[in-house]
């Protein structure tokens, strides 16, 4: 059986306690057999656009093939194991449970989950295979079963007689030897220790998404926010406006609602905005929360995309989209990047190593943010016709990538303003790039650089507080949360060159109309080479992997600086991944991991400029 690890972004908690394990395994292009908690069975089909086609699909799987029209014109729908056909939930079972077989005599089922968390039962075995639990009294007695406790543990074989078996279930499985009598040789747990992971058993023939050095294959979570947003109804009462959301099978508040709906990404500010949605929707209890749960989730806490369609917010965020696909027709193209520039910014440095949760690990952001943007400047300047600019340099490393999965944290990276910085003050180092930016940008437009040729990204890796959440994630100025102008004076800023030279940035309403709508083409084309890479990278799936502001609790929204002031119209500000989650951690340990990032970016350049 073909198993793997990835981190689990469907389901959560707002206590933190135990997630769950997830099996999603392919039947066929499209359609997947779920298995939840080794307890719950369903099927997920991602619905062809085309009616007949999709009728075509829905007829071969649910029990009553009428029903399909339910469906119609939904992307992605999830059926309970009860409401498909009986050869539809034989085609479940075999494949979630690679091992299992069926002879003439019976069902032959190996064991895949135990613990508490992830328990398989006798009883929900026998619902499955027989069609009613309190067949496991007799499965138990069966001289074939060598066991007198009902408790089952991984590996163990269950065997379940023809005679006892659904008629569909009875078909013998010819490509399928009953599994071995002895006992099963020790392999590492299917259930992983953490609570963030998820099992995926993919079929042979299927192409790896995500194939990683040690044999692991991670699949790509489709991001389908539109269709979640449909499931939104809007109302007010005594307390304001609302947007209602129903809860489906194995939802939870924290990354279901809270995390999907709205732009919050502080751990604190999560679990705040969850004990409001769970006040206002008179949840007594979160761990008892049922499939249909009504959540009610303030309307002020929504992001810009989820508000109602006749609002303000949303109406801002759809001319922006509507901006950004207009711009898409005006792209300027260029043959191996000639003439582009890019403007790179390695997030932190100096004193202030940014995020480093577990410090035992050898792992610091502003660190990691550099080898990744040494890698990006190598690559461009070795492959293509593209111009660099860094706006940090690491004094003593240079700019050439370390091949280490540990670091030695040091604090000799200045910014290159005239005279360079030092980093004592993070505040000020973050006023300062984009100061230097501006300078760069200025400096490459007189020369006769198209404006829109030059592209600014800032670097950085995330540390989200959930451990649950995983993946790069992109920010775009949002033109609403933007200032006209900004300025900085003082002994802090006046003595640098780039400052003196424009001290105040200014921008108008229909500058930073274009600047979210270039900078959200940006986004979208290095999400799709981050996905596309050989192999995939994971991008962020519980909200929306492009933000245009950072939210907080207590009502403040803003841009960060860099985004906020920075002159180029192209920018962005990358999260590559979230260092509290074990497995991001392990990828941005590897240096070959980091390679593929910044041969994502290069790529995303490429086809962003019609390359």
Known sequence: MFLCLVSLLLVGVCSGAWAGVVVRAMIEPGVFAVLKNARVLSLECRVPPDPSAAEAIWKGYLDAPERWKQYEGRQAVGVSFAQLSAQAQRKVLLAVFKEDAVTEEGWWHVVQFEGEEGLETLWTLCEWLTGKGTDH???L?????AFSDPTLARGQRVFVPRELLLPALRAVTPDREPPAPEPMQPAPPLRPSRSDEEIVILPSDMPPLETYSNGEVV?????????????????????????MYRLKEGEALYSAVVVRF????????????????????????????????????????????????????????????????????????????????VVIDPGHGGRDHGAAPNSGSGLYEDELN????????????????????????????????????????????????????????????ANLRWYLANSIFRREVAAGVDPRKVVFTSLHTDALFNEKLRGAMVYIPGAAYRRDSEEHSGSSYDRYKEVREQPCARTTASERTRDEALSRNFAEALLKALGTHNPPIKRHSAGDPIRSQIRQSGGRVYVPAVLRNAQIPTKVLVEAANMTNSTDCERLADPEWREWFAEAYVDALRDYFGS
Not at 141 to 145: F, M, Q
Not at 227 to 238: N, Q, T
Not at 380 to 404: C, F, I, N, W
């Open 370 to 429: 550099y080898d990744i943007a040494c890698r990006v400047k190598r690559l461009l300047e070795s492959q293509t016709r593209a111009r660099v600019h860094m706006l940090v340099k690491d004094l003593s490393q240079g700019y050439t990538p370390a091949d280490s999965k540990r670091f030695a944290h040091d604090t000799d990276e200045v910014v290159l303003t005239s005279p360079p910085y030092e980093n004592t003050d993070a505040r000020v180092s």
């Open 219 to 243: 699949p790509e979570p489709a991001i389908d926010l539109e269709a979640v947003s449909r499931d939104l109804e809007y109302g007010s009462d005594s307390e304001g406006d609302y947007a």
């Open 262 to 341: 709205t732009d919050f990404s502080e751990n604190a500010e999560i679990l705040e905005a969850c004990r409001v949605v769970q006040q206002r929707s008179g949840i007594k209890n979160v761990h008892q929360m049922k499939p249909g749960q009504k959540v009610l989730i303030p309307l002020e806490i929504l992001s810009d995309r989820y508000y109602p369609q006749s609002s303000d917010r949303r109406q801002q965020y759809e001319a922006a989209l509507r901006e950004a696909d207009r711009l898409k027709g005006e792209q300027v193209a260029t043959r191996d990047l000639e003439g582009v520039v």
């Open 137 to 139: 009294k007799a499965v």
């Open 141 to 145: 007695a069966h001289p074939k079963n």
